[in-house]
């Protein structure tokens, strides 16, 4: 959101993203509480690599950015329903650069937008 902090969504205090992928696949962690928090961004990554991946600029239009971090703001403090297969993290990070929320980490084949629709390829 500007100035090395970044608002993100996570589980018991850690990224969504290495939450999600060390929980089971029981399903114990499918559907749980989340919050929404504005941090530093050094703060959430550590000293992990990190890059700004907007992957879906070129089948989706990319909001405002102005838009995308007013609202991003409102969210912060907010307890969203995390489910990591509907609304994982990036289903969060979608929603907001884009105004749907999409995940490609949890649906089968590459996404498309076609005429304000969402499609996979193949299927």
Not at 27 to 44: N, R
Request: glycine share 12%; with cysteine; proline share 2%.
């Amino acid at each position: 959101v500007g100035d090395g902090f970044v608002v993100h969504m996570t589980l018991n205090g850690s990224s969504a993203t290495s939450s999600s992928s060390s929980g089971s696949s029981s399903g114990a962690m499918l559907i749980t509480k989340a919050v929404v928090k504005y941090e530093e961004l050094k703060a959430v990554v550590g000293d992990a690599k990190w890059k700004i991946n907007n992957l879906l600029d070129g089948k989706c239009q990319p909001r405002d950015a102005k838009i995308i971090v007013e609202e991003a703001l409102q969210l912060v403090g907010s307890k969203p329903l995390y489910n990591l297969i509907s609304n994982n993290c990036e289903h969060f990070a979608t929603g907001l650069r884009y105004g749907i929320s999409l995940s490609r980490q949890s649906l089968p084949g590459e996404m498309c937008v076609l005429t304000g629709s969402v499609g996979f390829e193949g299927h």
